[in-house]
C-alpha cells in the first residue's frame, strides 16, 4: 500500500506561484508513474501533468503547458508540481496520484492510489 499526503496550498492571488508537493509512504515510489489532477466544484477531475517511473518523462495537458511543471525527488519519495502565472480558473483541488506500473497516463482511471487533496484558491 501507498500513502499519499499532498501540501503546500493555500490562497493566493493572481499571477502568483505555488509549490505543491506529495510525499509518499509505505514503499518506494521510485519506479512508479505519478500525477497531478484537480478537481473544481461541479466538475469532473481534470488531469494536469504526469511523470514517468523510468525515464522520468512528462507530460502536461494544454491548460497548463508552459505554466506548470511537475518534478519528483525519488530520494525523498515526494513529487512536486510548481505552479506559475495562477489564475482564478485555476481554483480547485489538487490531487496526486501513483500508478502501479512505469508509464505515465493522462487518465485517471489508471492510477491506483490518491492523496486526499489540497486546496488551491486564486482570487483576482
Known amino acids: 500500500q501507498v500513502q499519499l499526503v499532498e501540501s503546500g496550498g493555500g490562497l493566493v492571488q493572481a499571477g502568483d506561484s505555488l509549490r505543491l508537493s506529495c510525499v509518499a509512504s509505505?514503499?518506494?515510489?521510485?519506479?512508479?508513474?505519478m500525477g497531478w489532477f484537480r478537481q473544481a466544484p461541479g466538475k469532473e477531475r481534470e488531469f494536469l501533468a504526469t511523470?514517468?517511473?523510468?525515464?522520468?518523462?512528462?507530460r502536461y495537458a494544454s491548460s497548463v503547458q508552459g505554466r506548470f511543471i511537475i518534478s519528483r525527488d525519488d530520494n525523498l519519495n515526494t513529487l512536486y508540481l510548481q505552479m506559475n502565472s495562477l489564475q482564478p480558473d485555476d481554483s480547485a483541488v489538487y490531487y496526486c496520484?501513483?500508478?502501479?506500473?512505469?508509464?505515465?497516463?493522462?487518465?485517471?482511471?489508471?492510477?491506483?492510489?490518491w492523496g486526499q487533496g489540497t486546496q488551491v484558491t486564486v482570487s483576482s
Open positions: 509505505g514503499r518506494s515510489i521510485n519506479n512508479n508513474a
Open positions: 511523470i514517468s517511473g523510468l525515464e522520468k518523462s512528462t
Open positions: 496520484a501513483v500508478r502501479n506500473s512505469y508509464y505515465f497516463s493522462n487518465s485517471d482511471q489508471k492510477y491506483d492510489y
